[in-house]
């Protein structure tokens, strides 16, 4: 099976479904339509040993597309925020494993993408970070709630808080992600090992018990589960600041690739 878009690359590969953000030009930051066609394609993935959501162009996902909030649409920002969230969610929902294969930036909702997967392995080239509070946002799909259980709160915050980058191997250490692939010693093509090695995992996984895994994977959402309220509430306050001084200045910014000027703490924030 082979569903290709401009946007969303869909195909049917040794047993596992492969979806491949296409939008290189933004670093594969998702729109609406793409995130309902992620929805769509894992929930009809019933079938198949796993799910893999990869890059295209060097870049893995920068999460939300974020061309409008410089001047938001209030309506379009919130189906945005509310579908992001829907997204995130088939992928916990969906019966069969969930990898991200990383090569390049995950930077963003593209890390909160990685959160929300089974399974991550990436390049050596890889980074990982959340962007939110430099770019006039708050990162509460996955990175201010379930990224704690995953790689403890202390380092959770510094993650969201600081907005810092950080290696494929960092990632590694902190348990972000559960491989990184190496460098091939000829100088061959990194994404090809990347995508080599996913394979691997999953033909491992054709050893085991379709039903077993299910139940296995929907077990280990105890914590995402538990965590909706606060994903609910992070939600309804985005909502909220649309519109909001730091919004505009932060989109502005990153589009105009300089360092954003906010208001001071403690001069609260106007919407206009």
């Not at 060097?58 to 597309?65: D, H, K, Q, T």
Request: charge should be negative; glycine fraction near 10%; charged fraction near 25%.
């Amino acid at each position: 099976m082979a569903d290709d878009t401009s946007d969303v690359e869909v195909r049917e590969h040794d047993g596992a479904l492969w979806i491949r953000l296409n939008r290189p030009d933004r670093r594969n930051a998702y729109d609406i339509g793409m995130a309902h066609t992620i929805i769509e394609t894992l929930e009809r993935a019933t079938k198949l040993h796993a799910v893999v959501i990869t890059g295209s162009g060097g870049s893995f996902c920068a999460g939300g597309a974020l061309d409008q909030l410089d001047d938001p649409d209030p309506d379009l920002l919130r189906t945005l925020f509310h579908t992001s969230a829907r997204m995130l969610q088939a992928v916990r929902d969906c019966p069969r494993p969930v990898f991200a294969a990383v090569d390049g930036a995950a930077a963003g909702g593209g890390n909160e993408l990685v959160v929300a997967c089974d399974l991550a392995i990436a390049t050596p080239r890889a980074t990982f970070g959340q962007t939110g509070p430099r770019v006039g946002s708050a990162p509460v799909l996955g990175a201010t709630n379930h990224m704690a259980v995953q790689i403890g709160e202390k380092k959770a915050k510094e993650l969201t808080l600081l907005c810092r980058r950080y290696s494929a191997q960092q990632a590694l250490r902190m348990g972000l992600i559960n491989e990184v692939v190496e460098e091939p010693a000829d100088g061959g093509d990194v994404v090809a090992g990347l995508e080599r090695r996913v394979g691997e995992w999953i033909d491992e996984l054709k050893a085991l018990s379709p039903l077993y895994l299910e139940i296995s994977k929907v077990s280990s959402n105890l914590w995402w589960n538990t965590g909706q309220d606060s994903m609910s509430s992070g939600l309804a306050m985005l909502t909220q600041a649309v519109g909001s001084d730091d919004m505009r200045e932060g989109a502005r910014a990153f589009i105009e690739k300089r360092r954003p000027e906010f208001p001071p703490p403690g001069t609260g924030t106007r919407r206009s």
